[in-house]
């Protein structure tokens, strides 16, 4: 392949020793970049892949030498192993494992009464996020807010309820042979890292840095006395840390370089995206391939449709099926089904397990949540949706998904669009811009909020998975708003 100045740059401080911090931008080759360092060196290393998928793709772009894997594989070799009679047992409801562990009374914060199924949730939540961290044992932060229990005092209150289960769910779960809580491959994750693990390589690889849990920070970081460390990702793509990921690029110590110049697109798009790596506050903007002709303007029939959130997404597969489309869905139908089947439980009197809904005893509790509270406004969409259809004509619509090889078109959240690229995109209108705030303009109107840097970069991640068209549709509100005018 003919190297970029910026790929030749990258090799040259590799082979020079640097730990390096790679920002890798949309369609700019990192994983051909990372290839291409490794085969130009004898030395061994470690490629650490986002997931196994991605993990069996560059064993066979990358030589011999580098043993390519992800870090759960790695925790498995070394402890992972140990507890094979418990891993992938059968599943159980959460407040089963909760009575084993000793949950059987409801508790009452503010004014929500906790039923045992909730604690239940509320315990095994609080052991995942911290499998998740770096840190070393479980604290009060671990545990989860839920849905009308957000403020300080309450998560106090839940806390001290919760922790102490907590604790004898991590206990229970140091078991090899047998216990209560199902064990996953979270956990001896977890177990190796508090092992304080030395990998053995040369240099180790860590693709999609910028969504990096801490626990996988934490081991790959402890390697720096005896192995060089590469990392690449796209800080602008950081879109994970709703669930625990963090950017872990930015605070490296290292040489930090980057990729700019995009293969999937041509200059027109990549103009699109530089406005939203602005925004932000990104640390590199994109060129994009002369060669190709991407535009920018009305898709009539898209190869996918971007949606800012799942409710989004249930929106556009009722109205494309209803208009005799043939419909996939990125990651499969189920999280919709589910949240179809809690509503339905809610609107019928019963409570649900869903871990958004759990808290609501009935469909108007949630409806006066959602129309009332500031807290409900990004469940208001579901409500409305369900209201106006039905619960029945969701999982109606949920039950025709197609695949992806027999579609006309594959409706997708940006998240689950994240790695994926297509022909032709539209955006979703479920990409609403910022509140107004309390200012006036020169004319008396209210001046619009200022852009959210995490919206920023979803916004980014969506309008760069397009290779030859983008309709910009929900998001072309960015024409008119004060920060994507401003080229400051």
């Known amino acids: ?217 934490q081991i790959f970081n402890a390697q720096r006395d005896h192995a060089q460390l590469v990392m690449v990702g796209d800080s602008a793509q950081a879109i994970y840390q709703w669930r625990g990921a963090r950017d872990v690029m930015t605070a490296f110590r290292g040489t930090a370089l980057t990729l700019t110049k995009s293969f999937r697109f041509g200059p027109r798009l990549a103009t699109e995206a530089n406005r939203w790596l602005r925004i932000a506050d990104a640390p590199l903007r994109l060129a994009g391939t002369e060669t190709i002709p991407t535009g920018l303007g009305p898709a009539e029939y898209p190869d996918a449709i971007l949606c800012r959130t799942n409710v989004g997404a249930m929106r556009e597969v009722m109205q494309l099926i209803g208009a005799g489309h043939r419909v996939a869905l990125t990651g499969g139908g189920e999280s919709l089904r589910a949240l179809a089947r809690a509503a339905s439980d809610l609107k019928d009197g019963r409570r649900t397990s869903h871990p958004e809904l759990l808290l609501f005893p009935t469909w108007g509790d949630l409806q006066d949540y959602a129309g009332n509270d500031p807290a409900g406004r990004d469940i208001q969409p579901l409500v409305d949706l369900v209201d106006t259809h039905g619960t029945q004509a969701i999982l109606n619509a949920v039950n025709c998904l197609e695949s992806e090889d027999t579609a006309d078109v594959t409706v997708s959240t940006a998240h689950k669009a994240k790695g994926r690229e297509w022909g032709s995109v539209k955006i979703a209108d479920d990409f609403t811009p910022p509140r107004d705030s309390d200012e006036k303009d020169s004319n008396g109107k209210p001046v619009p909020g200022r852009i959210d840097e995490a919206e920023a970069r979803l916004a980014y991640v969506a309008v760069t998975r397009a290779r030859h068209q983008l309709d910009l549709g929900g998001l072309s509100w960015i024409n008119t708003h004060p920060d994507g005018i401003s080229t400051t």
């Not at 594989?73 to 000793?102: E, M």
């Not at 839940?158 to 078991?175: H, I, S």
């Not at 209560?180 to 990998?199: G, M, N, Q, S």
């Open 1 to 217: 392949m003919t190297l970029t100045d910026e790929q030749t740059s990258a090799a040259d401080r590799f082979h020079a020793g640097d730990h390096l911090a790679l920002q890798a931008g949309a369609g700019t080759g990192k994983t051909s970049t990372l290839a291409l360092l490794a085969h130009r060196t004898h030395r061994t290393g470690r490629y650490l892949a986002y997931n196994k998928a991605i993990a069996q793709d560059a064993a066979a772009r990358f030589p011999t030498t580098v043993t390519c894997r992800t870090a759960h594989a790695l925790a498995y070799a070394a402890i992972g192993h140990r507890y094979r009679n418990r891993l992938n047992g059968p599943r159980q409801p959460s407040w089963k494992t909760g009575q084993d562990l000793g949950i059987t009374k409801t508790v009452r914060i503010g004014d929500r009464g906790l039923s045992p199924r909730v604690l239940s949730y509320a315990t095994l939540r609080t052991v995942a996020r911290f499998c998740h961290s770096a840190d070393p044992v479980l604290a009060d932060h671990h545990v989860p807010r839920l849905r009308s229990l957000e403020d300080a005092g309450h998560h106090r209150q839940l806390a001290a309820e919760v922790m102490p289960f907590a604790r004898k769910a991590w206990g229970d779960l140091q078991n090899p042979d047998a216990g209560a809580v199902r064990f996953d491959h979270d956990h001896y994750l977890k177990i190796w890292a508090l092992t304080e693990p030395k990998i053995s390589a040369d240099f180790l690889l860590l693709d999609e840095a910028q969504d990096t849990n801490p626990v996988v920070e």
